[in-house]
Nanobody, 115 residues
Framework: QVQLVESGGGLVQAGGSLRLSCAASGIIVSSNIMGWYRQAPGKQRELVARIVRSSNTYYADSVKGRFTISRDNAKNTVYLQMNSLKPEDSAVYYC?????????WGQGTQVTVSS
């Protein structure tokens, strides 16, 4: 059974930082495409960052230079370091795993950035 468990969300002031974690079980993060998505109220879910098996990364233009996705293979965990946070970064952040057969989602963690 695949489980993705996010943690690290919370309330932070604009300009602050947070680090989200996604602990995976049932899959190996280094063998799959792992990503972070976010969804703000009234908006569609959007891709924020992605890391593939080769460790190449992709970032949405809105977060480039501020967010960093990484993984710890020993802990089977993916991280999203978020710096210089803006109020428009407020959303529920979801961990995502794309395997050869299925896509999995975590339950989400709320990030709120106050101005």
């Amino acid at each position: 059974q695949v489980q993705l468990v996010e943690s690290g969300g919370g309330l932070v002031q604009a300009g602050g930082s947070l680090r989200l974690s996604c602990a995976a079980s049932g899959i190996i993060v280094s063998s799959n495409i792992m990503g972070w998505y976010r969804q703000a109220p009234g908006k569609q879910r959007e891709l924020v960052a992605r890391i593939v098996r080769s460790s190449n990364t992709y970032y949405a233009d809105s977060v480039k230079g501020r967010f960093t996705i990484s993984r710890d293979n020993a802990k089977n965990t993916v991280y999203l370091q978020m710096n210089s946070l803006k109020p428009e970064d407020s959303a529920v952040y979801y961990c995502n795993a794309e395997t050869a057969y299925l896509t999995y989602w975590g339950q989400g963690t709320q990030v709120t950035v106050s101005s």
